[in-house]
């Protein structure tokens, strides 16, 4: 189960309680976040990926379930795409797959993504250290309501270490990077994802816009796609319910 940002292992806790008696669970803290190395280098989904890919090694696991959100939804689709013989299913929470076509509507929603550059800038470290900023940004699009203060400060407590709000700015120069290979490179075009996979998104993400999720269907067959009406991006936290019911679901097919 890989989170995404500004997380750590913390974003499955709701989850946990109603899986673990069916699944041995592993939420590691992705490279730079939570209580993991901040080594300074590797701060991008083909890192995580293989960072995943040697946990799973050294647990001697070869083929698992694999869940993701956010950053690590877009690592699982990486690994779904690359490795298809280690994954026997693969849940993705409001993530985009990797074929969108630069069309009209994601051109539209750009500017949903200024975020991406003030942590990328020169100044992102000191951005994301502020104890005003995480707050502020996870309530971004009205949702000031899905997590609490105290949840929040969870996540903002561990992003104020200057390793860790330096991975955080590292990382976002790397979706800058993706953003290139996925609507100009088109670097992912001749892949194809086997892996039976659910992409369960938020219709009311801020961050990751609907219209980002297109032009999959020739490269992911298996790939069935559900559009949560009045739940926003941070889907695992704001509709744990749900969250849980189509891993039930969806993992145990």
Do not use: K
């Amino acid at each position: 189960m890989l989170h995404g940002w500004p997380q750590h292992w913390y974003c499955w806790r709701r989850i946990v309680p109603e899986l673990s008696g069916h699944y041995r669970l592993l939420m590691p803290d992705l490279r730079g976040f939570g209580w993991s190395d901040t080594p300074g280098y590797g701060y991008d989904p083909l890192s995580y990926a293989a960072d995943a890919l040697a946990l799973l090694d050294a647990l001697g696991l070869e083929r698992v379930r694999l869940v993701g959100h956010d950053w690590g939804g877009f690592t699982a689709f990486l690994l779904g795409v690359a490795h298809p013989e280690r994954f026997s299913h693969i849940v993705v929470f409001n993530a985009p797959p990797l074929w969108a076509p630069l069309t009209p509507g994601v051109i539209a929603s750009l500017w949903r993504t200024w975020y991406v550059i003030a942590i990328a800038s020169p100044l992102g470290p000191r951005v994301v250290a502020d104890p005003r900023f995480l707050p502020w940004f996870v309530g971004l699009g009205g949702r000031q309501h899905v997590l609490s203060a105290d949840d929040v400060q969870v996540y903002a407590r561990r992003l104020q270490h200057p390793a860790r709000a330096r991975a955080s700015c590292l990382l976002y120069r790397s979706y800058l990077r993706a953003a290139n290979d996925i609507f100009l490179r088109r670097r992912y075009h001749g892949d194809h994802l086997s892996v039976p996979t659910r992409l369960v998104f938020g219709d009311e993400d801020f961050y990751v816009p609907r219209s980002y999720i297109t032009g999959f269907e020739q490269h992911a067959p298996a790939l069935d796609v559900e559009f949560v009406s009045g739940c926003g991006h941070f889907l695992p936290e704001e509709r744990p319910d749900l969250a849980t019911a189509r891993l039930r679901d969806f993992l145990s097919a």
